[in-house]
């Protein structure tokens, strides 16, 4: 079955320091993987998507996150990080079928 | 171009009471998904409907039902509330129902039942 864990619940970053949101994954067959960012009563943004092909994935606002099929993970970074990226982040997973397997989610803060 | 639309935005209702949500999704897209998002965790996957009929059902009870419109609008109904039942529900749509399409989520039913 597939699932998705976040290690941290909550990361803190100082502005401009380098942001590590990390994600493992579990499936039995080449997955598709996600990052989505929540801000405060709002719904899910993409924020990029890993399907096939190359491993390191560019997305929005400068994340970026790279498929690592041995170590079953799909980091999320950003290599500055502003006031604006303090959001809630979730990982999910996707195989052949309809659902997104979501983790439960990194809050990061970004402090000035 | 207007993205997922979902009413209400809140709701409160009371236990044993039966809630309908409403999901509008992006124009052309005729798949719908409806997540369940528990305060402090990740949606949960509830439903998908394409082309009216049900693609796939996450590990909900009978109490939940969902259905698709003509024009892809959804509905989604909880009968017999519980306090867990309290949560944001999300409604997501995509072009298609294939593994790849990116779904595109609507800003959600903030449901509280007393």
């Known amino acids: 079955a597939q699932s998705v864990t976040q290690l941290g619940s909550h990361v803190s970053v100082s502005e401009g320091a380098l942001v590590l949101l990390r994600c493992n994954y579990s499936?039995?067959?080449?997955?598709?993987l996600f990052w989505y960012v929540q801000y405060p009563n709002q719904g899910l943004q993409l924020l990029l998507k890993?399907?096939?092909?190359?491993?390191l994935v560019k997305g929005i606002n400068g994340f970026e996150a790279e498929f690592k099929k041995s170590e079953t993970s799909f980091h999320l970074t950003k290599p500055s990080a502003h006031m604006s990226d303090a959001a809630e982040y979730f990982c999910a997973v996707r195989e052949a079928g309809t659902a997104l397997i979501f983790g439960k989610g990194t809050t990061l803060s970004v402090s000035s | 171009d207007a993205g997922v639309t979902q009413s209400p935005t809140h709701l409160i209702k009371t236990r044993g009471q039966q809630v309908t949500l409403r999901c509008s999704p992006i124009s052309g897209h005729k798949s719908v998904s409806w997540y369940q998002q528990v305060l402090g965790q990740g949606p949960q996957f509830i439903f998908q409907y394409y082309e009216k009929e049900e693609r796939g059902r996450g590990n909900f009870p009978d109490r939940f039902s969902a259905r698709q419109f003509p024009n892809y609008s959804s509905e989604l109904n909880v009968n017999a509330l519980l306090l867990g039942d309290s949560a944001l529900y999300l409604c997501?749509?995509?072009?298609?129902?294939?593994?790849?399409?990116?779904?595109?989520f609507g800003p959600g039913t903030r449901l509280t039942v007393l």
């Open positions: 890993y399907t096939t092909g190359a491993t």
């Open positions: 997501a749509s995509s072009l298609e129902s294939q593994t790849y399409n990116e779904q595109f």
């Open positions: 499936s039995s067959v080449p997955p598709y």
